[in-house]
């Protein structure tokens, strides 16, 4: 088993910037991928970003150029900075990981391609 936890989340004003952190411990070896999720109320869980074992980074369209992934899978931490932050950017932002292996940054787009889940921090961003 892999255990995730998130921290970072927390209350920012528009135009803001949160940095999440993301831990993992237990079983951790052939994690292949971690990544960002996140969910708002009423909502289905959206991708955010992803970081493969080799360095590549996926995002989705809509964060491109506000939120940046980074960290060592091989140390087992992910970072995700988020800047010029939106009300609509409200949500439980989540951390998963995958120990399945894939070269298509499309598929770590998917949720169910993710092994390990974290319980998520809550980031609420005010107008």
């Known amino acids: 088993q892999v255990q995730l936890v998130e921290s970072g989340g927390g209350l920012v004003q528009a135009g803001g910037s949160l940095r999440l952190s993301c831990a993992a411990s237990g079983r951790t070896s052939g994690t292949y991928a971690m990544g960002w999720f996140r969910q708002a109320p009423g909502k289905e869980r959206e991708f955010v970003a992803v970081m493969c074992w080799n360095g590549d980074t996926y995002y989705a369209d809509s964060m491109k150029g506000r939120f940046t992934i980074s960290g060592d899978i091989a140390k087992n931490t992910v970072y995700l900075q988020m800047n010029s932050l939106k009300p609509e950017d409200t949500a439980v932002y989540s951390c998963?990981?995958?120990?399945?292996?894939?070269?298509?940054?499309?598929?770590?787009?998917?949720?169910?391609?993710?092994?390990?889940w974290g319980q998520g921090t809550q980031v609420t961003v005010s107008s």
């Open positions: 998963a990981a995958s120990k399945k292996v894939n070269f298509s940054g499309s598929y770590y787009q998917q949720g169910d391609k993710y092994d390990y």
